[in-house]
Nanobody
Framework: QVQLVESGGGLVQAGASLRLACAAS????????VGWFRQALGKDTEFVSA????????YYADSVKGRFTISRDNAKNTVYLQINSLKPEDTAVYYC??????????????????WGQGTQVTVSS
């Protein structure tokens, strides 16, 4: 049982950076795999990044590789998504999600049982 709250979104110009945060409740946060997904207006949910419980291995969608960095601070029950060199096509609602234990198929949204409310990222040209 986990509650997730995203923050850090906003309206920025292309080329700017943002750091999104996902704050989690509970005492077993380190045992959860955490993923970031995004949904642009009128589009399907898209996998962005994940950090795997136990190994702390990190994974990225090809579209964000090299610009986005996921990290976790278990002492603060928080996962971060650092976003650099923002592009207009990054505009979306960004969601934090969690699943207990490690995940083999970390890019499948249906494998995550807990979701935050989302934070809006808007990038202007």
């Amino acid at each position: 049982q986990v509650q997730l709250v995203e923050s850090g979104g906003g309206l920025v110009q292309a080329g700017a950076s943002l750091r999104l945060a996902c704050a989690a409740s509970g005492r077993t946060f380190s045992r959860y795999t955490v993923g970031w997904f995004r949904q642009a207006l009128g589009k399907d949910t898209e996998f962005v990044s994940a950090v795997i419980a136990g190994t702390d291995g990190t994974y990225y969608a090809d579209s964000v590789k090299g610009r986005f960095t996921i990290s976790r601070d278990n002492a603060k029950n928080t996962v971060y998504l650092q976003i650099n060199s923002l592009k207009p096509e990054d505009t979306a609602v960004y969601y934090c999600s969690a699943a207990y234990g490690d995940l083999t198929y970390y890019s499948r949204s249906g494998n995550y049982g807990y979701w935050g409310q989302g934070t809006q990222v808007t990038v202007s040209s």
